[in-house]
């Protein structure tokens, strides 16, 4: 017998929630469950009890920094149809001005100027619906050029390379340290279609495929940390005035995040909040 699993939980751990779901379960949904929460839900076989185990110990230890609702448990009848009944909770989402994330199974007709994004459940992980992603695809609007260099550091899913692409830059240069989003991106790329304008590889900077004045724009939704150690290797990629999306920041540590991109060599600093986060755009002077 088949059962659903689902939780609800607050914005910013739709992401790392999503990617147990994503990771254990069979098909991953997400829609909104009141203010400021998501309620995410899979679906696994009652008999896999290790798989349920992964999940479970996951949640726990993220409510470890804040406590997050229980896992509920429903059992489903035998002759549910789980494969698609997940698929009625996936929505349609508007980011900024023109960027439209769409599930592939979604019927909708583009408006004059949509950006559109189709996703499949195996890019359920950075949909846009965590403030950090949602903000990088804001900037990725207003920024990215016709014809642009992108670079996308710590690419995890590509959903990030894959709004530049549709938004017009040329090439991206995606990179990650973690083999499984190296993975993942490599067939949401050429499940999309932009395989051949992405050079994709395990890694991070300083790397051969971003060399010294070679970006337009960099994005880079990781940590405040991650910013802080790379600023000073993201800096010498990028063409004079390049902009820097640096995101993955907790408000409290914006300030200090912001004082280390300017030791850097960073000018013009300018903070994009969103709920409890902030992401940083930036140029090279």
Known sequence: MWQEVSISVPF?????????????????????????????????????RQRFSH??????????????????????DNDADWQNAWKQHFTLLRVGERVVIKPSWIEYEEEPGDVLVELDPGLAFGTGYHPTTYTCLEALEKLV?????????????GILTIAAIKLGAGRVVALDIDPQAVQA????FRRTGIKALVDL????????????GSIDLAVANISARGIRERASDILPTLKP????????????????????????GFVNVSPWPREDWVTLTCNSG
């Open 241 to 264: 005035g390049g902009m820097l999306i640096a995101s993955g920041i907790i408000e409290e540590q914006h300030l200090d995040t912001e004082v280390a991109l300017v030791q850097a």
């Open 185 to 188: 991106s490599r067939k949401n």
């Open 145 to 157: 050029r016709p014809g642009s260099t992108v670079l996308d550091l710590g690419c995890g899913s």
């Open 12 to 48: 910013e751990y739709v992401e790392p929630i999503s990617y147990l779901f994503d990771r254990y379960g069979y098909g991953l949904s997400m829609e909104d469950d009141g203010p400021e929460l998501i309620k995410l839900r899979t679906y696994l076989p009652s008999e896999a």
């Open 55 to 76: 999940i479970e110990v996951g949640v726990k230890l993220a409510s470890i920094l804040q406590p997050l609702g229980e896992l509920v448990v429903t059992p489903m």
């Open 201 to 212: 590889e395990q890694g991070t900077l300083p790397h051969r495929l971003a060399s010294p």
